[in-house]
């Protein structure tokens, strides 16, 4: 159990979610760049490792999707991982964009001031394995002018091991619809936020949740007005893939 929960960093309302991910190729450099040019001070990606336990983003555990290459990510190491063009399925103007390893993005984010949210995702035999590693490179390579990072996870496997390595770090739970037994979770687990599926959310559940001294952002809303309602109930800030729409909020 972890005994005490690390700070809440102040979070900026609109996240980019997998970067500016609606105008370029998601958990690329690209993307982040977009949304640095958007004005946004906060984005979101998704981690996992390689065969050879680099640290690379990605959301999928395959690379069917943006590579067109079926293969798992843990099935291949980062040269042969950079070696693939993931940007062409989104675009042509974006072909040789490559997946960005962990390092590469911080250097991206220390040089436009944005802060992350970083996503773990669980991959490989070792499922909660990914939550210690991109931990310790956290904690020990964050570029120490920007803001306290978030680390999050739908896994609480993932999130536990994350607070074992590296609990000074701000922790939060994923929940694509809130568990009965979510405080049980989220205490447990030492975190500061929960991430919810915008879809299930009510005002009354988000009441639940900010009562309780946890901050609540929303995924994945793309709606001016809906971001705008959920602010009203009380949500601290939303995940977009177009932060460019959501500038009255």
């Known amino acids: 159990m972890t005994d005490l ?21 998601e958990n690329t450099l690209a993307g982040f760049q977009r949304a640095a040019d958007m004005g946004c001070r906060w984005v979101e990606f998704d981690c996992m490792l390689t065969a050879d336990e680099e640290i690379v983003l990605l959301h999928d555990e395959d690379l069917n999707r943006v590579a067109g290459v079926d293969r798992l990510i843990d099935d291949l190491d980062l040269a042969a991982v950079k070696a693939l063009d993931v940007g062409s399925w989104f675009d042509p103007t974006f072909a040789g964009a490559t997946v960005p390893t962990l390092a590469e993005t911080f250097d991206l984010l220390g040089a436009t001031g944005m802060g992350a949210i970083i996503e773990v995702k669980p991959s490989g035999r070792d499922r909660a394995k990914n939550g210690g590693v991109v931990a310790a490179c956290v904690r020990d390579h964050w570029p120490r002018d920007l803001p306290p990072p978030v680390i999050s996870s739908f896994s609480q496997a993932v999130i536990q091991a994350a607070a074992d390595v ?8 994923g929940f694509l619809t809130l568990p009965r037994d979510w405080r049980a979770i989220v205490d447990r687990l030492g975190c500061t936020a929960i991430h919810a599926d915008q879809k299930h959310l009510t005002v009354q559940g988000v ?3 900010i009562e309780a001294g946890f901050a609540v952002r929303a995924f994945t809303v793309n709606e001016a007005d809906l971001a705008a309602r959920l602010v009203g109930w009380g ?10 729409r959501m500038k009255l909020v």
Request: hydrophobic content about 45%.
């Open 207 to 209: 009441d639940a949740m």
């Open 5 to 25: 929960p690390p700070a809440q960093p102040d979070v900026a309302r609109i996240i980019a979610h997998r970067g500016a991910s609606g105008h370029a190729p």
């Open 166 to 173: 590296a609990p000074e770090i701000a922790r939060a739970i």
């Open 235 to 244: 949500v601290e800030s939303v995940f977009t893939d177009y932060p460019d």
